[in-house]
């Protein structure tokens, strides 16, 4: 069986203050048995987020990692190892805001993924079509080929060790959500494709869901055989909506 997960993405969001009102609603929330919570707060807040929740069982994450996984003179990242250092245990790569505004390519994507895993950080992998693709059909094709271009570099074997999030990009911050049925099937052409390649880990491995998840979705979303929990942006900024969802995995 595979634990679900549910990963709250704050983005460029919050200050200070605001992060410490949101640790505050976190520490209250009654965490569902069973399911794995993380948040992924700016990489400036690391440090104080991973202090705030000491002792709750909420993991912490990071928004991106550098492709040096040690530090080094690269002006302005921040290297996978120390993340670690900080208190990370997961680190998002690939996500369509970087992958479209910042010209991340897929081979950058699969040096960063590479630089987590070798620092002991668990990548999670983002992977997702834009409302063109869908609509010209090529939702399998676009998908197939970011996951392709890890296998192909590192091998199937690292998704042992490693979480996927399907994140249409047409559904992201846009209040659009994908049907259960719309996300099942990319859920699944992405878990037979790595079961072409390892039936274990395509067994194994957590898919996510993203894109618009709120509570009113996630119940439905997450009841689908493929989708294990879900990659969580707007949604994650509210305690009490984010435990809401959390709750949604573990029912
Ligand atoms: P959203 O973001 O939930 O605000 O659509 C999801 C994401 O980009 O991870």
Redesign the pocket.
Request: glycine share 22%.
């Given at each position: 069986m595979r634990r679900p997960l549910v990963a709250g993405?704050w983005?460029m969001h919050g200050t200070r203050a605001s992060v410490a009102e949101l640790i505050k609603g976190l520490r209250q929330l009654a965490m569902p048995a069973g399911v794995e919570v993380a948040v992924f707060p700016p990489c400036l807040y690391i440090g104080q987020v991973v202090e705030g929740l000491a002792g709750k069982s909420i993991l912490v994450g990071a928004q991106n990692c550098a492709v040096e996984p040690l530090q080094g003179a690269l002006t302005g990242e921040v290297a996978a190892s120390q993340l670690q250092d900080a208190g990370c245990s997961l680190v998002?790569v690939g996500?369509?805001?970087r992958r479209i505004l910042l010209g991340e390519s897929d081979d950058w994507v699969a040096r960063k993924f590479a630089a987590a895993q070798s620092c002991g950080l668990t990548p999670v992998l983002?992977v997702g079509e834009t409302r063109e693709q869908r609509e010209s059909g090529k939702t399998l094709e676009v998908v197939g080929r970011q996951l392709d271009s890890v296998i192909e570099s590192l091998g199937v074997g690292v998704f042992a060790q490693a979480v996927v999030?399907y994140?249409p990009v047409w559904?992201?911050?846009?209040g659009l959500t994908a049907s259960p049925e719309q996300a099942q099937q990319v859920h699944a052409a992405i878990r037979a494709q790595l079961a072409a390649e390892n039936a274990d880990v395509a067994r194994g491995v957590r898919i996510l869901y993203?894109?618009?998840?709120k509570a009113a979705s996630a119940a439905e979303l997450f009841g689908m055989p493929d989708i294990d929990g879900g990659?969580?942006?707007?949604?994650?900024l509210n305690a009490d909506e984010f435990g809401a969802i959390c709750r949604a995995a573990g029912s």
């Open positions: 993405n983005k998002l996500h369509s805001e983002c999030a994140e559904a992201i911050g846009t993203g894109g618009s998840v990659l969580v942006g707007g949604a994650s």
